[in-house]
Nanobody, 128 residues
């Protein structure tokens, strides 16, 4: 089992920044990729960004590319999502997820079903 705890959400004005953290505990060695997803009210959960533990390679949704950065700290088993130039449409509950598959293609990284463990979510609200 892998436990994930997100933190860092909050209320910010448009154009501002937030950094989300996701701390993993338990059988963290079984995780090969970490992802961030978000879900706005009335909408489906969507992919935001992901990173592979082994080589640090990343992938981003087009809507956040150039504004968000995902990073990892292997020693701390923690993944971060730095969010800059935030927009009201970024408002959502943000979820961290861990996947244990042996290989993640870029397409697979974006799929909700590729991830085995999920955090409880953290609210991000961007005011206009």
């Amino acid at each position: 089992q892998v436990q994930l705890v997100e933190s860092g959400g909050g209320l910010v004005q448009a154009g501002g920044s937030l950094r989300l953290s996701c701390a993993a505990t338990g059988r963290t060695f079984s995780s090969s990729a970490m992802g961030w997803f978000r879900q706005a009210p009335g909408k489906e959960r969507e992919f935001v960004a992901a990173i592979r533990w082994r080589d640090g390679s990343t992938d981003y949704a087009d809507s956040v590319k150039g504004r968000f950065t995902i990073a990892r700290d292997n020693a701390k088993n923690t993944v971060y999502l730095q969010m800059n130039s935030l927009k009201p449409e970024d408002t959502a509950v943000y979820y961290c997820a861990a996947g244990t598959a042996y290989f993640f293609s870029n397409n697979y990284l974006r799929q909700i079903g590729a991830y085995d463990y999920w955090g409880q979510g953290t609210q991000v609200t961007v005011s206009s």
